[in-house]
C-alpha cells in the first residue's frame, strides 16, 4: 500500500489499526513515510493541509516520522503548528485536538534546528492572550509545556524571556483555572538558564508561594 494511501487507511478508521501494530512495523512505516517525503514533500504537505485535525488523526503519524526521523523537514512541523493552532482559536477544531501536536518530538527540532524551534516558541507564545476562550489557553499551555526544554548553558536565546512573559500574564491575570494551568507551566520548568538575570523568575515565582 502506498504511504498516501495508507495514511488515509489509518485517517478513515481513526488509528486503529496503527495502534495495534508492533513497534518495529510502525518504525518502519515511519522511515518509509520520511523517505516518501523526501521525494514527494509537496504531496505529503497537500495532504496534511487537507487533513483537518481530530484526536485520533494520521497527522500524528507525519508529525512522529519527520520529527523523530528527519531533520530536512521542521518547515512543514512548523507551518502544521500554525495550521493546527489557528484552526483552534478559530473554533474550527475543539482545543482538545491541540494535544495532537505533542507528537512532535522537541528536543530533536531544538537539537537539530534551533531557529526554527525558536519560531515555534514564539508563535505559540504569542497566541496566549487573556481574551481566548479559557479552553484553548489551558490546551496551549500544555503544548507549550511539552514543547519547552532545559536550553544549553552556552545558548543565548534572548526570545525565552518573552516566552515567560507571555505566560506570566496568564499565571497572574488569568481565569482561575488558566491561572492555575499557566503556574503549573512555570514551576514545572527550570527558566533560570534561559533569562538574562534570575530577578524575574524571583519575582514571578514569589506570586505563587
Excluded at 51 to 68: C, D, K, M, V
Aim: with cysteine; proline share 2%; aromatic share 10%.
Amino acid at each position: 500500500m502506498e504511504v498516501i494511501e495508507s495514511l488515509k487507511f489509518h485517517e478513515k478508521n481513526e488509528m486503529d489499526s496503527w495502534y495495534d501494530l508492533s513497534e518495529k512495523e510502525s518504525r518502519k512505516f515511519l522511515k518509509e513515510l520520511v523517505k516518501y517525503t523526501n521525494k514527494n514533500p509537496t504531496e505529503i504537505e497537500q495532504y496534511c493541509i487537507n487533513t483537518i485535525p481530530s484526536e485520533y488523526s494520521s497527522l500524528s503519524i507525519i508529525y512522529e516520522a519527520l520529527s523523530e526521523y528527519s531533520n530536512r523537514w521542521n518547515s512543514i512541523l512548523l507551518n502544521e503548528i500554525k495550521r493546527v493552532v489557528t484552526l483552534a482559536k478559530n473554533n474550527s477544531i475543539k482545543p482538545e485536538v491541540l494535544d495532537i501536536l505533542t507528537d512532535i518530538e522537541t528536543e530533536d527540532i531544538y537539537s537539530k534546528d534551533e531557529e526554527i524551534y525558536i519560531e515555534i516558541l514564539n508563535f505559540l507564545t504569542t497566541n496566549l492572550e487573556l481574551n481566548n476562550n479559557p479552553k484553548f489557553n489551558i490546551e496551549l499551555l500544555e503544548v507549550i509545556d511539552w514543547f519547552l526544554i532545559d536550553l544549553d548553558e552556552d545558548d543565548d536565546i534572548n526570545e525565552s524571556e518573552n516566552w515567560f512573559k507571555a505566560i506570566e500574564v496568564l499565571a497572574i491575570n488569568g481565569d482561575s483555572i488558566v491561572k492555575s494551568k499557566a503556574q503549573k507551566v512555570v514551576n514545572s520548568n527550570e527558566f533560570e538558564k534561559s533569562l538574562p538575570t534570575t530577578s524575574f523568575m524571583d519575582r514571578l515565582k514569589s506570586l505563587f508561594k
